[in-house]
């Protein structure tokens, strides 16, 4: 069993940064990380994913905006958000997708853009 635990929510007036961080509890390697967001309407949408090699892909309505990386050495994913959005406010959760097929979600950390 995997844990994950995000961090770095919280409220920014749109134009703003925030940088999301996920530890892993267990060694990352192997596995593919990604961040998804749930909004009002309850569904949780892909935001950013992050191969094992370090392959990026992004949801089109971040792209030029938003980047992930990871520190596997820490057991770290994050989520770099610029010029953020009221829309992109939500609970952002970070996923671990396991070489072996398992995946694990964190709790959810809370982004709020006010305009």
């Known amino acids: 069993q995997v844990q994950l635990v995000e961090s770095g929510g919280g409220l920014v007036q749109a134009g703003g940064s925030l940088r999301l961080s996920c530890v892993a509890s267990?060694?990352?390697?192997?596995?593919?990380l990604a961040w998804y967001r749930q909004g009002t309407g309850g569904q949780r949408d892909f935001i950013a994913g992050?191969?094992?090699?370090?392959?990026?892909t992004y949801a089109d309505f971040v792209k030029g905006r938003f980047t992930i990386s990871r520190e596997d050495d820490k057991r770290m994913v994050f989520l770099q958000m610029n010029n953020l959005k009221p829309e992109d406010s939500g609970v952002y959760y970070c996923?671990?997708?396991?070489?072996?097929?398992?995946?694990?979600w964190g709790q959810g950390t809370q982004v709020i853009v006010s305009t």
């Open positions: 996923k671990l997708s396991s070489a072996w097929g398992q995946e694990y």
């Open positions: 267990a060694p990352m390697f192997g596995s593919r």
């Open positions: 992050i191969a094992v090699g370090g392959a990026t």
